[in-house]
């Protein structure tokens, strides 16, 4: 299987503050990845995918980057309904295999 | 808009089995692109992919689970179904139903991600 970890586990961050999370696999996954927002009692929710792709819907202060190995989420101006954990998920192969998660509160 | 919801016991015994079926709707779960996945998450513990299947009954199972799995589909009722046997404590999460999409790209290459998911149901498993 392949494993991803993602770094950091949280972070503590203010309303406009730029923010960075990275996430890695323990192999070369190409540009299989895909990012998700999880608030607490509701559903992930896709907000990039293939690594770069913006989903339809999703603000575009959220961005993604990254291939082979290290990808990149970074929301450019954190915003008070960005409050959440976030979750890299690769899908290069089966079983597909999520990150741990990175959750962003308020400093 | 596309919209999914699980559905099934919210407790489950020991050694039985964990049924679960999650309602499509405001789309055809037949759709050529699609699967239709299962993913849980246990308490204090990450997301699990268990596995996806295609409308034609094709199936996809993660290996950790695959002996106790099974994902089938009722395009009539617009469902798809999770059965895990021999649950035990370690089964208890929440489980999610997700639409498994196919993006297609640059000719003929694809991506899959789960676009649309269902709100989870708690399943605990105790005696």
């Known amino acids: 299987d392949i494993q991803m970890t993602q770094s950091p586990s949280s972070l503590s961050a203010s309303v406009g503050d730029r923010v960075t999370i990275t996430c890695r696999a323990s192999?070369?996954?190409?540009?299989?990845l895909n990012w998700y927002q999880r608030k607490p009692g509701k559903a992930p929710k896709v907000l990039i995918f293939?690594?770069?792709n913006l989903q339809s819907g999703v603000p575009s202060r959220f961005s993604g980057s990254g291939s082979g190995t290290d990808f990149t989420l970074t929301i450019s101006s954190l915003q008070p309904e960005d409050f959440a954990t976030y979750y890299c998920q690769q899908s290069d192969s089966t079983p597909f295999t999520f990150g741990p998660g990175t959750k962003v509160d308020i400093k | 808009q596309l919209q999914l919801q699980e559905s099934g016991p919210g407790l489950v015994k020991p050694s039985e089995t964990l049924s679960l079926t999650c309602t499509v709707s405001?789309?055809?779960?037949?759709?050529?692109?699609?699967?239709w996945g299962w993913i849980r998450q246990a308490p204090g513990e990450g997301l699990e992919w268990i596995g996806s299947v295609y409308y034609s009954g094709s199936t996809n199972y993660n290996p950790s689970l695959k002996s106790r799995v099974t994902i089938s589909v009722d395009t009539s009722k617009n469902q798809f179904s999770l059965d895990l046997n021999s649950v035990t404590a370690a089964d208890t999460a929440v489980y999610y139903c997700a639409r498994d999409l196919e993006y297609y790209y640059d000719s003929g290459s694809y991506s899959r991600y789960f676009d649309s998911w269902g709100q989870g149901i708690l399943v605990s498993v105790s005696p």
């Open positions: 405001g789309g055809s779960i037949s759709r050529s692109s699609d699967f």
């Open positions: 293939l690594a770069s």
């Open positions: 192999q070369t996954i190409s540009r299989y």
